[in-house]
């Protein structure tokens, strides 16, 4: 089967718009996804005239061009929560009550509010979210205190949070406690864990904008659909991005063992070799403990010759 007419299972099921590419793996992974029948491996290729089925039900392949796919801008409001998990009480799909099988593209916390992209799209999910795509999010938050004359600096040079340092940002200050800031990035609450690395706390935080599509007027619990004009900007945009992070990618390589596992440490005795008889006392500090050592191993009364403890004790004529 040439990999130039095949698909791989999990694009395949994302791009029906069932779910994102990371969802139909841990589908597949639960042994809930078929193809002809029986059930597949992560990683397997399906082509045209393959039957693929989640939970029974069969899973058609996208329309040309993706024209069957919903693109949507929805302001959260703060207590919605961001998943598709019916038994959520205030998730985003039961918020929104759309007719298609929807799905958030990343997320934004409970008490956070503003712009998030919904889609029946699986493919674009993960080129947008991808961190190593860069893709930028801007932001409006809202402090408990004024801010410091170098809170910009500090904020956009990235902080040490969650043990990594984040990536540079853009930090501009409108307000007195009130600030915009613009993000590469999507580590866990983010924001708000550098503002209380710094000592803020934050009282409002507003996404404004994603990539090139913009909150506009959209209100709190308020959504649309994003003109063909957007959609051909996102697309324009993630056309060179990956969607697979590029360490997936790549086949595992074997570490090498650390050089100084494979010598002796130097504050242990050296393993024992047959040259080591051999070899004069050294001005090293581990042929120092090598000698060392072999006198305190050393049961009889006697002065050790060149091989240490190996050396059997001289005769009594010779003393």
């Known amino acids: 089967m040439s990999n130039d007419s095949t698909i791989r299972l999990n694009k395949y099921i994302s791009d029906s718009g069932r779910c994102s590419r990371r969802e139909a793996d841990k589908l597949i992974d639960s042994n809930r996804v078929k193809v002809n029948g029986r059930r597949p491996e992560l990683g397997t290729r399906v082509e045209a005239g393959d039957v693929v089925t989640v939970d029974g039900q069969e899973i058609l392949g996208s ?9 949507l801008a929805y302001n959260k409001p703060v207590g919605i929560t ?21 799905f958030p593209i990343g997320r934004l916390d409970k008490p956070s ?10 493919d674009i999910v993960n080129k947008i979210l991808r961190a190593e795509n860069a893709h930028e999010k801007e932001y409006l938050v809202t402090v408990s205190r004024s801010l410091g004359s170098d809170f910009a600096a500090k904020m956009s040079r990235g902080l040490p949070i969650l043990d ?8 501009s200050v409108i307000g007195r406690s009130v600030f915009k800031i613009t993000l590469t990035e999507g580590l866990n609450r983010q924001i708000r864990r550098m503002c209380e690395y710094l000592g803020y706390d934050v009282i409002q935080l507003v996404r404004l904008r994603i990539m090139s599509v913009e909150l506009g007027r959209l209100k709190p619990g308020q959504w649309r659909n994003l003109g063909q004009r957007e959609i051909d900007q996102l697309n324009a945009a993630i056309a060179s991005s990956k969607s697979e992070s590029s360490q997936r990618k790549q086949s595992p390589v074997k570490k090498k063992k650390p050089r100084q596992d494979r010598r002796p440490a130097t504050t242990g005795t050296a393993p024992a070799r047959k040259s080591a008889g051999k070899s004069k006392p050294g001005k090293s500090a581990r042929a120092g403990e090598g000698r060392t050592a072999g006198r305190r191993a050393s049961t009889k009364p006697g002065k050790p010759g060149k091989r240490g403890a190996k050396k059997s004790p001289p005769s009594p004529r010779r003393r």
Not at 164 to 171: D, S
């Open 82 to 102: 961001c998943t598709t998990e019916r038994s959520v009480k205030g998730n985003i799909v039961d918020a929104i009550d759309h007719d298609e099988r929807i």
């Open 113 to 122: 509010e503003g712009l998030i992209l919904l889609t029946s799209d699986g």
């Open 164 to 171: 990594t340092v984040t990536k540079p940002c853009k930090v």
């Open 63 to 71: 329309a040309p061009g993706k024209s069957d796919r919903v693109y």
